[in-house]
């Protein structure tokens, strides 16, 4: 089962209004969609995500309200074309639940899941031609290393990457997980590979490049009075959503709703341990 990641805070920032215009940047399997449309009346959710699969489920899972619901593929940087070719007026609030669906992580054909093998592909949409074996298997040494550093925050990088190249050609998630748990073995909690699979995942779908085209569109996307909630799963998100709230603030262009980022409950925590690291934080466009 799908459970939306502080979907009760997530509600209490946006602030719907029945009659509002909202987006879910992120839809997902659509259970923070579900959850908008079913506070409006006359209002709309525009329904976005990259990946073609999962957006067919979520219209399965909403159809009950088909009706305030419009559905859309499209990336953060395509956005704001979207919005105008569609005649969309600017945005009541605007929701992003910046992390990965377990229905992506749990999918071993998807390629993204350390447990389930399959092809190493990550892509969020599938029409995109690069895939995680791209890189894996063209990348020089150093470019691995670094890639790995950088956004998986991974200190054994260059023993990873060094294992990697040695051991190309490598194909499937379950290659890459096996070869770097015997590289680098497990020291903490998280299965040793967890830091490089976010990392070409990230990589892969260029995503640090699409939050920033996300942040830098929102005074156009949202209007005056409008709400954008963001919740994040790891520090390189959390640290550009922050400082781009901050920015806009400090030019008078947003007014900051979270004082302090806003964690899951401990509830939250039991009932849905994936949640463990989310961030949320929020503001109003001024």
């Known amino acids: 089962m799908h459970f939306p990641v502080m979907l009760g805070e997530c509600l209490d920032y946006l602030g719907v209004k029945p009659e509002g215009v909202y987006l879910d940047a992120t839809a997902g399997l659509g259970g923070d969609t579900r ?3 079913e506070r409006l009346t006359s209002g709309t959710v525009i329904a ?50 910046l992390g990965v669906s377990k229905y992506q992580l749990t999918e071993g054909e998807r390629g993204f899941s350390l447990l389930a093998d399959g092809p190493l592909d990550m892509r969020l949409d599938r029409s ?49 997980a096996k070869l770097i748990e015997s590289a680098a073995p497990r020291t903490e909690k998280i299965h040793p590979a967890t830091r490089t699979f976010m990392a070409l995942r990230i990589a892969v779908n260029h995503e640090l490049e699409e939050l920033d085209a996300l942040l830098g569109s929102l005074p156009r996307l949202v209007k005056a009075g409008g709400r954008v909630v963001m919740v994040t799963f790891h520090s390189l998100e959390d640290r550009k959503v922050k400082q781009a709230f901050q920015a806009l603030a400090r030019d ?22 994936p949640s463990r690291s989310a961030k949320l934080r929020a503001v109003e466009m001024v």
């Open 128 to 176: 995109q031609k690069e895939t995680a074996a791209d890189l894996v298997n063209f990348s020089s040494e150093k470019g691995l290393a670094d890639l790995i550093y950088q956004l998986g925050e991974e200190r054994r990088s260059r023993k990873i990457a060094r294992a990697i190249v040695r051991a190309r050609p490598i194909t499937t998630t379950g290659q890459l």
């Open 35 to 37: 959850a908008i449309a």
């Open 252 to 273: 008078g262009r947003t007014r900051i709703l979270t004082r302090h980022v806003v964690r899951p409950s401990e509830e939250e925590l039991r009932t849905n341990p």
């Open 48 to 97: 976005c995500d990259r990946d073609a699969e999962s957006l067919a489920m979520a219209r399965r899972n909403t159809a009950d309200l088909a009706g305030k619901i419009r559905f859309y593929q499209v990336s953060f940087a395509g956005l704001e074309e979207m919005i105008e070719t569609e005649g969309i007026p600017q945005l009541d609030g605007l929701l992003a639940d």
